[in-house]
């Protein structure tokens, strides 16, 4: 069975990690096991939680690199990566063997 990889993107402020917390949110509704992630160098709106300019909040796991995702995803139905651009070039194949 493989899965699939959908990107949200668009302009600063408008809506990026609005969208990932609402589809993350379904997924948790639908008891999916579901793993966020977010690069650790991130920390402008909160050290752990994924957060949204309207302060929507998801809790997510900080990783360094994103080979880490790899490691910590487990066996998830569903994978959330916010901020893609802190990543290194790697997060593609990452993506694509979660896939």
Request: hydrophobic share 45%; aromatic share 8%; net charge negative.
């Amino acid at each position: 069975m493989s899965g699939w990889i959908e990107v949200i993107v668009g302009s600063m402020f408008s809506g990026k990690t609005e969208e990932l917390i609402r589809r993350l949110n379904r997924a948790l509704i639908a008891k999916q096991k579901v793993e966020i992630f977010k690069p650790a160098i991130d920390k402008r709106y909160h050290e752990d939680n994924i957060v949204s300019h309207s302060e929507r909040a998801i809790r997510s796991t900080p990783v360094q690199f994103a080979g880490d995702i790899l490691l910590l995803a487990g066996d998830c139905d569903v994978v959330g990566v916010d901020e893609a651009q802190f990543f290194d070039s790697t997060l593609a194949e990452v993506c694509t063997a979660l896939a």
